[in-house]
Nanobody, 126 residues
Framework: QVQLVESGGGVVQPGGSLRLSCAAS????????IGWFRQAPGKEREGVSCISYTVTRYADSLKGRFSISRDNAENTVYLQMNSLKSEDTAVYYC?????????????????????WGQGTQVTVSS
């Protein structure tokens, strides 16, 4: 059974950091494109970052603050988020797709992923 489970969300003050985890079961993450997305209240879902092979992509507005990585031994993808701002408050989702070219070809613009996690809430507030 394919499953993605996000964790690591919480409440953090502006300027703080969080590391989100996306743990996979039922398949090998390294064989898939993995994407991170977020959805804030009243807003559409937006792409945050993706990774496939050694390719990584980020939303332009997040470059330099967010970093995606993969631990194949743990079958987990991470999203390190630094210098958090109130506008980063959202539910963060990870997603997986077997098309390895998806991240290279579409970056964070495509959300046409096959598998999705349940999301983890990130709240940036003083």
């Amino acid at each position: 059974q394919v499953q993605l489970v996000e964790s690591g969300g919480g409440v953090v003050q502006p300027g703080g950091s969080l590391r989100l985890s996306c743990a996979a079961s039922g398949f090998t993450l390294d064989d898939y494109t993995i994407g991170w997305f977020r959805q804030a209240p009243g807003k559409e879902r937006e792409g945050v970052s993706c990774i496939s092979y050694t390719v990584t992509r980020y939303a332009d507005s997040l470059k330099g603050r967010f970093s995606i990585s993969r631990d194949n031994a743990e079958n987990t993808v991470y999203l390190q988020m630094n210098s958090l701002k109130s506008e980063d408050t959202a539910v963060y989702y990870c997603a997986a797709d077997p098309r390895r070219y998806l991240c290279l070809a579409s970056g964070v613009e495509s959300d046409n992923y096959v598998y999705w996690g349940q999301g983890t809430q990130v709240t940036v507030s003083s």
